[in-house]
């Protein structure tokens, strides 16, 4: 069995109490736990250890990234633990640099990861209809979730994770449809875990 650690980027905004992420996250564990996975939990809006928070990293198999997604990426807040932890990080617990050497310079960069054993999922709820993605004629220009979530892909991927499937809510506050996101998040669960 793995060690999932599950980080819920939720911001309070008096528009967006952060209900739906922090039922996703409750929903995570209670399913990963039934099948015989250890998991921790890290809530952003709470305070956080830097060298705790590098010690959850290195501890799972698997880190699961709960968050709404606030004008076109993650939260202000998973922005700051990710200047504070990932930085941190830079010294060996997450990677040995950015890979390059001063044999090589301009080769390799990227590739200094250290969690190479480690997958990652995106779980994304957005105020934006699914229907805007995936076609060049609405906003988003044919562009898909995990293309608007590209610089995201590549922090992991910097410290050698790998991706699982990207799950995401859509339109989660004109035109929810809540149960049918849970039903299908659990089936989600179900079929990557």
């Not at 109490?17 to 921790?40: D, I, P, Q, W």
């Not at 922005?79 to 932890?85: F, G, R, S």
């Not at 830079?90 to 969690?115: H, I, V």
């Amino acid at each position: 069995m793995s060690n999932i650690l599950i980080i819920n980027g939720h911001q309070y905004y008096p528009f967006s109490e952060g209900k739906l992420n922090a039922t996703l996250v409750e929903k995570a564990v209670s399913m990963l736990e039934s099948k015989g996975h250890k998991t921790r939990v890290v809530t952003i809006s709470e305070e956080t250890n830097v060298e705790q928070e590098l010690e959850h990293h290195r501890w799972a198999d698997i880190i699961i990234l709960q968050t709404p997604i606030n004008w076109m990426g993650v939260t202000w807040s998973f922005k700051k633990y990710m200047d504070e932890v990932y930085t941190a990080g830079m010294g060996g617990a997450l990677c040995s640099g950015d890979g390059r050497t001063q044999k090589a310079p301009k080769r390799n960069y990227g590739t200094g990861g250290a969690l190479t054993n480690t997958k990652y999922m995106m779980s994304l709820t957005f105020n934006a209809p699914e229907e805007s993605f995936n076609n060049a004629t609405e906003f988003f220009e044919g562009k898909s979730v995990d293309d608007l979530l590209f610089p995201m892909h590549m922090n992991f991927k910097f410290f050698g994770m790998q991706p699982m499937e990207t799950f995401a809510c859509f339109d989660v506050m004109k035109n929810a449809d809540i149960e049918n996101d849970f039903k299908r998040f659990e089936a989600h669960i179900h079929k990557h875990f």
